[in-house]
């Protein structure tokens, strides 16, 4: 009885003693990214990074509120308070692998986590979480266009001023999230972090208020330094190519890609989310969250995955519809309740054209998963609105199954052969038009897949069809499903340059005239020298100049001409995200989840080759919110998170567009 009223009188006194105490003594130094932004009114410490992990809190929550940011922290609401490092115990790797594959008639024995291959970003793999503590030199802060003053002064508090005359602060998103918590744990005591989750059971922590006598925990040394890493605006302005552009000739948009995650599929695939505490998985938490995000950064144009059709249309789209954005949906097909959907401010740009995308073709065999695209043809609208280019926008999730590369790059080959026919209409009014392709590729960086997006090319011939997109590795089975030409039947309508092809070319091409696997005559014996073809069955009987023909070659240089082994594209496209964090050179990612972390959602932008003419043209990057690593995301408590409320990172870039001097200039 009386240890308990001691407790109850000594915990409040001991609380304001220890923050009045904190105000006199060398408070210790807060970084953000390798920038120290709060000194907390002391000197500044020397010390460098210490491994930590983060705790912030609502701002109910630590108290400092509106009106306590200015002592506290310019962050409004982030604190720090738990320190040391978080070592998984590695073995959680196999237990959250209970993922179902996607209806695969054709491969149905599909257990393989996906990602394994992305060595050293599983969260089981011993990272320290101090290597996600490095420096950023990049962090430039912009507020131009990004959001308004009012929206910045929020963002970074009430020191934001200072900060922005000081130095190069960062965004940080949690202030603004943080201060109408949209997820919070009741119970947790103000201060202490007790990780929840597999993996993360380890993390040492340390309580944010010292108990004199009380505490387990070692005393809080004042010299240690704290750091925050954050998601921070890379600004690019300064480096963009070409010649200097008069900001009236000049039209600047920002874009988004998220996949939000649809409650459905979180549903579906709980496995995925084992490290997550319920709260941050219930939609109308996660909801609130996407919300927040989208009307802090405002984007010009948002190109969202996984949109579940019931959210959109209920909760998403009138939100969307005040803050002055005209949408486009498009569900999966089949029964699959999400889908894609793009959002532009209708005070930036005008629509011109949209096509809705659906990937299942009811007649092609390989064609027969669920996917959807959106590809939207867009005016900018601005004083000099005829000398702007039209943009091409589109947005696409592809399927996710690691093992089908081939009907990955069918999908992709669909929205190469729309964006082509979106160009070509603009060329043939004599104008020029730009492209951005945005989405979930399910494929990683460097992977073929996504060499192909980059290059405009991609030699396919004999390559296994589970290394198209990178995810994992099936190298150790003895069977492999290869890609061989042709990838698909002519009856789709798409060439092997990834453009449509009109009846007539179709008829002319004289493969496969029906999709239905009803093939003439003279088409099978067009297939005779493709590669599956000249395969010789181990046990054929060999009858002299029967069943040892080999093709002649001249055949041969024939059959690779018409179906050219190679895949192509017209368009020359750059990422906006590279596959490493400039600053640490660790891998970003834009996804985890318990199987792993990987990079799979892009921006690509059109640009021109270098020396080709038309120099002038080409979309330019301005800018772009950087990604972190697993490591990072791990010290997040993984995805999704109090902050981050998708398993997937947004990805968001300013891009420039040129007007056009005159009218001569060439397409893409
Ligand atoms: O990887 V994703 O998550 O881009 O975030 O895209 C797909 C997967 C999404 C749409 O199909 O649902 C997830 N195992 C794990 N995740 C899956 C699976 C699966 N078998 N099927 C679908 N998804």
Partial sequence: ????????????????????????????????????????????????????????????????????????????????????????????????????????????????????????????????????????????????????????????????????????????????????????????????????????????????VQFPDVSYYPAFQHNDSIEVTWRVWEDFSESRTGAFVDAADAFDFSIMSYNILAQDLLEANPGLYTHCPEEVLAWDARLRTILRELQIWQPDIICLQEVQEDHFHKQMYPVLAEMGYTCIYKRRTGSKTDGCAVCYSSERFTQLSVKLLEFRRPDCELLDRDNVAIVLLLQPLSAHTEALSPVCVANTHLLFNPRRGDVKLAQLAIVFAEIDAMIEKCRSEGRRCEVVLCGDLNALPNSPLWRFVSSGQLYYHGLPTWMVSGQTDLSYKVHHARLVAPLWPSSLGVSDRCQYQSESQTAASGIFPVCNRQYSHDSMLQLRYCPAACVRPADLELIPGVTDKTPDPEDMEMFSRRFGLTLHHSLSLASAYSEVRPDTQSPAVSTLNSDGAAMVDYIFYSTRRSGSAGEEGGLQMLGRLSLLSAADLWCLKGLPNQTFPSDHLSLLVKLQLRSLSGSNSRLV
């Fill in 1 to 208: 009885m009386i240890a308990s009223v001691m407790f109850y009188a000594l915990y409040p006194l001991s609380r304001f003693f220890g923050r009045l105490s904190e105000l006199w003594r060398k408070a210790p130094c807060v970084y953000v990214n390798g920038k120290e932004v709060w000194d907390g009114g002391g000197a500044v410490s020397g010390a460098q990074q210490t491994g930590l992990s983060l705790q912030w809190h609502s701002a109910g929550d630590t108290g400092p509120g509106p009106d306590h940011a200015e002592t506290e922290s310019p962050q409004g609401a982030l604190e720090m308070a738990c320190m040391g490092t978080c070592v998984n115990d590695g073995n959680d790797e196999e237990a959250a692998s209970v993922r179902e594959e996607e209806a695969s008639a054709r491969d149905p024995v599909m257990n393989d986590p996906a990602f394994s291959r992305t060595e050293g970003q599983t969260h089981s793999d011993g990272h320290s979480c101090a290597h996600a503590v490095e420096t950023d030199a990049h962090a430039v802060y912009d507020a131009d266009r990004m959001m308004d003053s009012s929206l910045a002064d929020l963002y970074l508090g009430s020191g934001s001023e200072a900060l922005l005359h000081t130095g190069s602060p960062v965004y940080d998103l949690s202030a603004l999230l943080a201060d109408s918590p949209p997820v919070q744990t009741a119970a947790e005591p103000l201060g202490w972090h007790f990780p929840t989750g597999l993996g993360l059971s380890q993390m040492c922590c340390r309580p944010y």
